[in-house]
């Protein structure tokens, strides 16, 4: 507290808050109606809140193929994402949770795969931060999951799960669209999803587990961002947070400069990938679909995300 009595020390911790409040209004407003990014007002702020909203102003930050892919994972110290049965919660601690909705709000799109529906039944709603849901995207390429899951029952926001082309039986599942992708090497690549998505004016997507979907999602150079939290807990076993192809010797080893910063009592490694660019093909789609976006605000863009 550097000598200061206790409220004194609360004034602060609140006017803290209020800028911080206040530079994330500005945020969401960058990210759903256009405002500039680099005018984040980050004065009076301390080091630590300013880097953090600096790793959500780089999630907003322009890509050259119209896509901008964040993943996250909740793990402990021995990279485990949950138990053997599947419980993970409470992994990392609350700060944590804020953070992830946060990169929901800012995201247009929020993707799981089939195994966190399963285990999780999660809402995939924003709720802990103000700003808006993200369009839901279940990923379950054999579609193993029936109707009763929240994801597929509660509207808003939209959901699209996505299969394979050759298991799309129906239109929708519940109030979900399916949407059947193309199968390569037996199943749908993160980078058919990416091309999805980016068609529908998604221009940020997060990948929000589990640790099978995000390993895809890494093997197949298809993130740009991966923020892994790291809480001082031991599991000792149950399931990977990252389990990628086998490799022969640490120069073949993915080596990163991540920055680092404490989130609550975990911490936060904020690791920048290099994602293979997808077609340029559709370029002009997307340049269209944007211009919509951009038109429309964030209210009328849902019918774009899911028509
Ligand atoms: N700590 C975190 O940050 C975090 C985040 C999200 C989830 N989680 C936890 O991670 C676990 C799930 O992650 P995950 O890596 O196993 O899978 P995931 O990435 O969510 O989903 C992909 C896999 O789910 C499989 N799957 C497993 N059980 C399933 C079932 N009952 N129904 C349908 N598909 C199923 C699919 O199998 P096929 O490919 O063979 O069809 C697919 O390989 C849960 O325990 C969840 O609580 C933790």
């Known amino acids: 507290m550097n000598g200061a009595s206790a409220p004194i020390a609360a004034v602060r911790t609140r006017s803290g808050e209020a800028r911080f409040a206040r530079a994330w209004e500005r945020l969401l407003a960058c990210a759903h109606e256009g405002a500039d990014p680099a005018e984040l007002p980050l004065d009076g702020l301390g080091p630590d809140q300013q880097r953090l909203l600096a790793a959500y ?39 944590d949770f804020v953070h992830m909705h946060r990169l929901r709000a800012l995201s247009d799109a929020v993707l799981v795969g089939a195994g966190t529906v399963a285990h999780d039944d999660p809402r995939l709603t924003v709720r802990l931060v103000p700003g808006p849901s993200p369009l839901r995207v279940i990923l379950d390429p054999d579609r193993r999951l029936g109707p009763d899951y929240r994801v597929f029952r509660e509207r808003p926001p939209p959901t699209l799960l996505l299969c394979r082309a050759d298991r799309q039986d129906a239109a929708r599942l519940g109030e979900a669209e399916i949407l059947g992708l193309p199968v390569e090497d037996g199943t749908v690549q993160p980078r058919r999803v990416l091309d999805a998505l980016r068609a529908r004016g998604v221009r940020r997507l997060f990948v929000e587990g589990g640790g099978v979907t995000v390993s895809r999602f890494l093997a197949a150079g298809c993130l740009d961002l991966l923020h892994l939290c790291v809480a001082p807990v031991i599991i000792g076993s149950g399931r990977d947070a990252l389990c990628l192809p086998a490799i022969a010797r640490m120069d073949q080893a993915i080596r990163l400069a991540p920055e680092v910063l404490p989130l609550g009592g975990d911490w936060l490694f904020l690791c920048r990938l290099r994602r293979a660019p997808l077609a340029p093909r559709q370029t002009q789609e997307v340049a269209m679909a944007h211009a919509a976006t951009a038109a429309a605000g964030r209210d009328q863009l849902q019918p774009l995300l899911a028509p």
């Open 57 to 95: 102003r780089e999630l907003l930050a322009p890509s050259p193929d119209g896509i901008r892919v964040v993943a996250h994972l909740g793990q402990s110290l021995d990279g485990r994402i949950a138990t053997e049965p599947g419980h993970s919660s409470h992994v990392t601690g609350e700060a």
